[in-house]
């Protein structure tokens, strides 16, 4: 019962290990050209994705409990979501969502400089509208489309920023 291998299987061991030119090329010729079309669909299908977090209005907060300069965390559009809903001190009300667009970190308000600023990198945004003050995030912050009725505050979608929602 003891059979060698080579006796069972007979392969010419030297050409086994042999890879043609013709055969190296055509295979680097597919896997350039299947990365490629990857890479192209994976571009459109995120830059034409439109699908996203169900939108519905949602109940944030009381107005009149909010004082300028405060702020408050809430969740929108699904629990996982990040927000922070402030109060400036002209009394505007205004609302973001709560990820630097650099790496992620959590915003927080500085009433005292009208900000929202990322203690990772230095990063700040404008309250008034999320735009890019300083530091490295490529885009303002997403906003949150606020409505009051009565005394409430609803979170009722995004606000579109120059083509980054």
């Known amino acids: 019962m003891n059979s060698d291998i080579r006796d069972d299987f007979p392969v010419d061991w030297e050409d086994d290990n042999h890879v043609t030119r013709r055969e190296f090329l055509r295979f680097g010729t597919l896997a ?15 830059r034409f994705k439109t699908v996203g977090p169900d939108m519905e209005p949602q109940k944030i907060a009381v107005a009149s409990e909010l004082s300028p300069g405060q702020a408050m965390h809430f969740n929108y559009p699904r629990p ?18 709560r990820r630097c667009t650099h790496l992620s970190c959590p915003v927080g308000f500085e009433p005292e400089k009208d900000r ?20 490295p995030p490529p885009h303002p912050l997403p906003q949150i489309k606020l409505e009051l009725r009565g005394d409430e505050v609803w979170a009722v979608g995004l606000v579109a920023h120059g083509g980054h929602p």
Request: with cysteine; hydrophobic share 45%; charged share 15%.
């Open 32 to 46: 350039s050209g299947g990365l490629a079309l990857g890479s192209v669909a994976l571009a459109g299908w995120s």
């Open 80 to 97: 996982v979501d990040l927000c922070l809903l402030i109060r400036r001190t002209n009394g505007e009300l205004a609302a973001f969502k």
């Open 116 to 135: 929202l600023y990322c203690p990772c990198h230095n990063g700040a945004f404008a309250a008034a509208d999320g735009k890019v003050l300083q530091g």
